[in-house]
């Protein structure tokens, strides 16, 4: 037995994670400017009370564009995640159940996605559609199922020939209901650190795809975008980087260091 | 007598394919009459645990006569720890199968878990517990009541007390028995260890290598073993005494 140590992963992740949350809720209904709202007055305007994080050099509020873009990075992160994290789970979870054939198959294709960068595959994809929220979403969402799909898939494998299975089996219990209701619980704490991961992931996916101009439209700024905005300005203004980036990187060190601490508290296998 | 529960005539069974197919029971006959304990003994590998899954209907590739008259005849399986799902309490443990059954009224499923409880000695206080919450006797227990709580007539007992030390084994054996004498069960009881089939079998079946080789009463076989392999076992069982 491993003496437990005292762990402020969990605390500090949960609180962090909890006031970047609120930070982003807020922006989705209340940002103190219009984040779009030039005025020329305030053009490369420092810190001030009346402008905490600054203004850039078209005079648009800073604070304003952070509270947005970290709401818009946060939705896509989380609507790339459960793309990604249901259908891998669905696929992860049949594949690793039956096996045989189709399991192969599919995980080969899955080693052939995971085998490319997802932030260049996803370049391609959206050269293709065209940049966008909904494209960045469903490209990335798709790039991300073979991760999920290849951990669902390791732990159904180990569960599957388990006794309680087989007694559920014998019971008359349908395949579908062992998948789901009676193997997929036991998961759930390593889904869940995979979770925390696949966020992260997503995050800054989203943020090097903005950069590079080719994720948002420019009317719905990112944390990534606005990066890319400043990067001509990074030492004149540098109050137009460093609050985006801060921003985006509380956010990840907080889902981050939430997951380590999940992943701890439950005794967890996930690498 | 009335029909055999389980009656099995020149059963053969394989296991793998193609090239790597190897046959794991060669011409096994049996019978179980209603009520009845039958043993079956032998080392690993004579081919009893696939005789337990062909009753069960687990295997496919068989030949011959196989007929099981009881309707989902169910198994406790040796490991209480892994038999019983981790992520669940005892008390959805036990309703899983009369769900399965199709009895969709929760109040009822409830009060049928809760009319069982004493029969395995189990109480209410552990149905809010999940098994890794309760001792391995108590896990056995729960292995048992739900292999039971569908009706099942025919329960097939592989090694189901062998994780358990000695004053538990007692405990269960007992209850295994009273429960047959309740609930009128017939049980197939898969095990190597003789001490423990003395105990509860009316008849034993020795196998190795796939084959019945010696079947009677339990007495005769103990008093006056005829094959070689039998005289070899109860002579290994009798020095560990």
Redesign the interface.
Known sequence: MKVKKKSWYLTIGGILTACMLAFTATGLFWTPYSPTAMSAPDRNAPPSAAHPFGCDQLGRDVLSRTLEGAGSTLTIALAVLVVGAVCGLVIGALCGYYGGVADALIMRLCDAVAAFPSVLLALVVLALTGPGKYNVIGALGVLFIPSFARLVRGEFLKYRD???V????????SQLRIIFI?IL??I?PVLLSGLTIGFNNAVLAEASMSYLGIGVNATEPSLGYMLKDAQGVLFTLPWCTIFPALAAILLILGVGLLGEGIRERMGGTAA | MSEPIVHIARLNSWYGRGKGRKQVLRDVSLKLAPGEVLGVVGESGSGKSTLAKCV?G?VTDITGTLEVNSP????V?Q?PY???????TVGWILE??LR??GVKDKGERRQRVRDFLPLVGLEEEHLARRPAQLSGGQRQRV?IA??LI?GSRLIVLDEPVSALDVTLQAQILRLLADLKEELGLSYLFISHDLAVVYQLCDRVAVMTGGEIVEEGDVDEIYDHPRHAYTKKLLAASLALD
């Open positions: 388990r006794d309680f087989q007694s559920a089996r014998l019971m008359g219990v009676h619980p036991n759930w | 069960l687990m989902r005849p169910q198994m399986f490991d892994g038999s019983l799902n981790p992520a669940k899983e199968p399965t059954a292995a739900a292999a569908q």
